[in-house]
């Protein structure tokens, strides 16, 4: 298991309110002490950002968006620039969710959006994740292309600034059962560093982390980590309760 997993929340649409993301601040941080060796960052919707960001002030937790707008121009209603993001205190973005794609993000898009958030220096989770496995292997070459457009001649991507989210569509949002198993997200670990050297030097690709989401529940973070050789998870659902937030850090912890 890696030494220090990455455990990101991603909250959707699940907290309102200030007061829901404070009351979450303050019972996650009374936890920390406990769980010193993960690393905890979250992402709560726009509207939560600053008051996110303030409650979890001088702890070791980074908040981040949970995506960005492709566009430059300010004349896009209803859009979040990266420019916004980081003002509101965000240190990282997520880009490329499945949810977003099935919006109509396409890889382009997504590559826009990473642009936008590399300008703004910001740290991405790339999300990346077929939408059904087939025996021919189809999948593969969704995964690949994914990577392919929104990696190829990135003008310089410091390592430790990227992250890839693989998230099959078909697992997020149902229950621990139906996640991915281990062995098969660790073949799918090995295709995407394989295919990340593809796109930048191989010590740097061996260096970025790669994260699994999709049905991540208490019951499975342990083994998905330990047998599925990644650095850590994307937990939609589960990260929108403390309570089964905290029983997967705990899990994760465990020795
Ligand atoms: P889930 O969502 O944990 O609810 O499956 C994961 C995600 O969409 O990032």
């Given at each position: 298991m890696a030494k220090k997993?990455?455990?990101v929340?991603?909250?959707k649409m699940y907290l309102a309110s200030a007061e829901e993301a404070k009351k979450f601040a303050s019972g996650l941080r009374r936890k920390l002490p406990?769980?010193?060796n993960i690393d905890v960052s979250i992402a709560p919707p726009f509207t939560l950002l600053?008051?996110?960001v303030a409650a979890f002030k001088n702890s070791a937790v980074k908040v981040g968006a949970q995506s960005v707008s492709q566009f430059l121009d300010e004349k896009r209603t209803g859009e979040v620039s990266a420019a916004m993001a980081k003002a509101s205190g965000a240190t990282f973005a997520i880009v490329g969710h499945s949810e977003r794609r099935a919006m109509g993000e396409t890889n382009a898009v997504v590559r826009a959006q990473l642009m936008r958030a590399l300008e703004e220096n910001l740290s991405i989770i790339l999300c990346i994740g077929e939408t059904e496995r087939d025996h021919a292997g189809a999948y593969l070459s969704v995964v690949t292309e994914q990577l392919s457009s929104a990696l190829d001649k990135l003008p310089i991507i410091k390592t430790g600034k990227l992250v890839i989210a693989y998230e099959?569509?078909?697992a997020i949002g149902k229950?621990?059962?139906d996640a991915m198993k281990g062995p098969d997200l660790r073949e799918m670990s090995i295709f995407i560093k394989k295919t990340l050297t593809e796109y930048m030097e191989r010590s740097a690709a061996l260096k970025v982390p790669i994260l699994y989401g999709g049905?991540?529940?208490a019951s499975n973070a342990r083994t998905l980590l330990q047998e599925g050789d990644v650095q850590g998870l994307?937990?939609?659902h589960a990260s929108a309760q403390l309570d089964s937030f905290i029983e997967i850090l705990k899990s994760v912890s465990h020795k």
């Amino acid at each position: 298991m890696a030494k220090k997993p990455l455990i990101v929340g991603n909250w959707k649409m699940y907290l309102a309110s200030a007061e829901e993301a404070k009351k979450f601040a303050s019972g996650l941080r009374r936890k920390l002490p406990l769980y010193k060796n993960i690393d905890v960052s979250i992402a709560p919707p726009f509207t939560l950002l600053s008051a996110t960001v303030a409650a979890f002030k001088n702890s070791a937790v980074k908040v981040g968006a949970q995506s960005v707008s492709q566009f430059l121009d300010e004349k896009r209603t209803g859009e979040v620039s990266a420019a916004m993001a980081k003002a509101s205190g965000a240190t990282f973005a997520i880009v490329g969710h499945s949810e977003r794609r099935a919006m109509g993000e396409t890889n382009a898009v997504v590559r826009a959006q990473l642009m936008r958030a590399l300008e703004e220096n910001l740290s991405i989770i790339l999300c990346i994740g077929e939408t059904e496995r087939d025996h021919a292997g189809a999948y593969l070459s969704v995964v690949t292309e994914q990577l392919s457009s929104a990696l190829d001649k990135l003008p310089i991507i410091k390592t430790g600034k990227l992250v890839i989210a693989y998230e099959p569509v078909w697992a997020i949002g149902k229950s621990a059962d139906d996640a991915m198993k281990g062995p098969d997200l660790r073949e799918m670990s090995i295709f995407i560093k394989k295919t990340l050297t593809e796109y930048m030097e191989r010590s740097a690709a061996l260096k970025v982390p790669i994260l699994y989401g999709g049905a991540v529940e208490a019951s499975n973070a342990r083994t998905l980590l330990q047998e599925g050789d990644v650095q850590g998870l994307l937990v939609g659902h589960a990260s929108a309760q403390l309570d089964s937030f905290i029983e997967i850090l705990k899990s994760v912890s465990h020795k």
